[in-house]
């Protein structure tokens, strides 16, 4: 299965500001996914990033709060824009690999915006 | 749209008990089921992945069925162990879209 290294994995930001999370993939894949999970939630899907195209994003989230980077197929990185309290979440990012393995995560970002 | 519901929210055992985590989903048109553990403010472990053609996987001492028709699956843990505290996660790989739908999750606490 594939490896993910995410960073950073937590940060303290002020509202107003943006945070840029990345992630690298061992691996080349298709499709990359980025969650959020809300304290005591669980995981709610942000958007679908392929490689040369812009993100598919899910209801209730736009490209100008959660721009999404997608310039190879092993890297990706997310923005959280103009950052408020409500932002303060786990992010996570995944792949899907083909085959027996089904999806690997992140190790996630925790984000406090104060 | 799928939802996907996980009983109980919580379970608290002794040590050395067996622990059984159920998961429902609604359509049952799915690609593949897999099963997550996430410890307190960190990333999701895959723990199983059982295909929409499969009746169970195993792992160790992990056992996870799946009964498509009726939309559940359920996780077995035997034997556990105070390391086996975590969230467990199911989530669905609903047909066609590569979309995970997630539950809630099952918070386990095992007392030493």
């Known amino acids: 299965s594939a490896v993910i290294s995410q960073k950073p994995s937590r940060d303290i930001c002020q509202r107003g500001t943006s945070l840029t999370i990345q992630c690298q993939v061992d691996s080349q894949v298709t499709m990359m996914f980025w969650y959020r999970q809300q304290p005591g939630q669980s995981l709610t899907l942000i958007a679908t990033a392929n490689q040369g195209s812009e993100a598919t994003y899910e209801s209730g989230f736009v490209i100008d709060k959660f721009p999404i980077s997608r310039p190879n197929l092993t890297f990706s990185t997310l923005t959280v824009s103009n950052m408020s309290p409500e932002d303060s979440s786990i992010y996570l990012c995944?792949?899907?690999?083909?085959?027996?393995?089904?999806?690997?995560f992140g190790s996630g970002t925790r984000l406090t915006v104060v | 749209k799928q939802e996907v519901t996980q009983i109980p929210a919580a379970l608290s055992v002794p040590e050395g008990e067996n622990l059984v985590l159920n998961c429902s989903f609604t359509?049952?048109?799915?690609?593949?089921l897999q099963w997550f553990r996430q410890d307190p403010g960190k990333g999701l472990t895959s723990l199983l992945l059982?295909?929409?053609?499969?009746r169970e996987q195993t792992s160790g001492r992990l056992n996870a069925s799946l009964d498509k028709s009726s939309g559940r699956s359920t996780l077995y843990i035997a034997a556990s162990q105070p390391g086996d505290s975590a969230t467990y996660l199911c989530a669905v790989n609903r047909s066609n879209d590569y979309k995970l739908s997630f539950g809630a999750g099952t918070t386990v606490t095992v007392r030493a």
């Open positions: 995944s792949v899907e690999m083909t085959g027996a393995y089904g999806y690997t």
């Open positions: 059982i295909q929409s053609s499969q």
């Open positions: 359509d049952s048109a799915i690609y593949n």
